[in-house]
């Protein structure tokens, strides 16, 4: 027998058992299709994931915030003051992996111009990270160490 005699059996086989034929093509071509889909919807599911995740920001930068009180490791009711100071931000900027360490500085002050009044968000950062913080203007260019004490609406054009 060659393979041409073993095709032409193989087929009268299924020729004769149509039912039986019809059946194995539906569930071959159905779990073909649930595999296409499964794996279509993972793949958007997981690009919907990151996208969400990147909308939080920026994942590289961590915040660090004062409690002001930090539990000692070895004893549960003892207290230790925390303190985020200059000694603090050399100590971040000492860990391995870290590219800046920018301190900040938030305030919010009352603002009147006559009868007016408002608030304003007032944040100081050092000027010379910016760069590695990913901070971008629309018009003009970032803060320079330079530009300390210039105040810009005071100058005369």
């Known amino acids: 027998m060659n393979n041409f005699d073993l095709f032409k059996m193989g087929f009268r086989n299924l020729w004769k058992k149509k039912t039986r034929t019809f059946l194995t093509i539906l569930g071959v071509i ?8 499964m794996m279509s919807i993972g793949i958007a599911m997981d690009k919907s994931n990151k996208e969400w995740i990147e909308s939080m920001g920026d994942l590289s930068v961590i915040e660090v915030r004062a409690s002001g009180h930090h539990f000692d490791q070895n ?28 301190p900040i500085k ?18 100081g950062i050092k ?10 203007v629309e018009k003009g260019r970032l803060l320079l160490p330079s530009d300390k004490k210039k105040y810009w609406f005071l100058e005369k054009k």
């Open 75 to 102: 004893s549960r009711n003892s207290k230790k003051e925390v303190k985020l100071d200059d000694k603090s931000v050399a100590e971040f900027e000492k860990i391995p992996g870290v590219k800046a360490v920018m």
């Open 106 to 123: 938030r305030m919010q002050l009352k603002i009147a111009a006559g009868k007016m009044l408002g608030y304003v968000d007032v944040v």
């Open 30 to 37: 159905i779990g073909t299709c649930s595999i296409v889909i």
């Open 127 to 136: 000027p010379e990270l910016m760069e590695a913080f990913g901070f971008k």
